[in-house]
């Protein structure tokens, strides 16, 4: 019998895997899941999928109902908006109690290291690295922050914007990078009210620049 660790570490794998498929199009939306083929097709039993599919829908990826196959989620104007809403409130909470760590002795070193990692990624020209790294510029503020409640509530908020941000990857992320740089110093220097203010304006440059490109989200439903 499979040991828990490595059912888990299954069943997370076939999470990335179809999720990988949805990211680059080609698991269409409105494009039912079905188990068999997945399994055929990454070989494994049935179990890791259905395993996964819970992650996949906390992600913003697919649709479950009962009795039902799996579906593809179309993007929509609409649940972009909503993301971004959730994100312009929370996201300079976060900055803000990560700063006031900051201010009270922590050390932000490692966050520091973090976007140093992706500039010199960007420098490279490596975008996909670029775009992880910068992913870690952000569970390394909620890290800071020391609420464990933050990378929990954020983490299905990185991934629904993780599939619009695949989008923008090539669309001047020097502006993307030059926000982080600037948030990573309102928080080093133990500033939160600059810090929640850098974060807020952030969240909102990203919605900008997303509604500029989200005609190239894959999954996108120009009508809703």
């Known amino acids: 019998m499979a040991s828990t660790e490595?059912?888990?570490s299954l069943s997370r794998s076939v999470f990335e895997a179809i999720r990988t498929r949805i990211l680059d199009g080609r698991l269409a939306p409105g494009e039912t899941?079905?188990?068999?083929?997945?399994?055929a097709e990454l070989q494994v039993s049935r179990v890791p999928i259905r395993e996964a599919l819970p992650l996949l829908e906390a992600a913003g990826l697919v649709t479950l109902s009962p009795r039902r196959p799996a579906v593809v989620t179309a993007v929509t104007r609409s649940s972009v908006d909503e993301l971004y809403d959730i994100r312009?409130?929370?996201?300079?909470?976060?900055?803000?109690?990560a700063a006031s760590a900051v201010a009270a002795g922590s050390d932000s070193s490692s966050l520091v290291d973090a976007v140093s990692r992706a500039g010199a990624a960007l420098d490279r020209g490596d975008l996909l690295e670029f775009h992880h790294a910068s992913s870690g510029v952000h569970s390394g503020i909620e890290a800071l922050s020391a609420n464990r409640l933050f990378p929990v509530i954020m983490e299905p908020l990185r991934e629904r914007?993780?599939?619009l941000n695949m989008a923008n990857l090539e669309r001047d992320p020097s502006l993307r990078h030059g926000e982080?740089?600037?948030?990573v110093d309102a928080i080093a220097?133990?500033?939160?009210?600059?810090?929640a203010a850098v974060a807020f304006a952030h969240v909102e440059w990203g919605r900008?620049?997303?509604?500029e490109t989200l005609a190239q989200v894959p999954g996108?439903?120009?009508q809703h």
């Open 180 to 183: 982080h740089v600037s948030l």
């Open 88 to 97: 312009s409130a929370l996201e300079p909470l976060v900055a803000r109690r």
């Open 33 to 39: 899941l079905s188990e068999r083929n997945l399994g």
């Open 220 to 222: 996108y439903d120009p």
């Open 6 to 8: 490595g059912r888990e």
């Open 208 to 211: 900008a620049r997303t509604f």
């Open 161 to 163: 914007s993780n599939r």
């Open 189 to 195: 220097k133990g500033d939160p009210d600059l810090a």
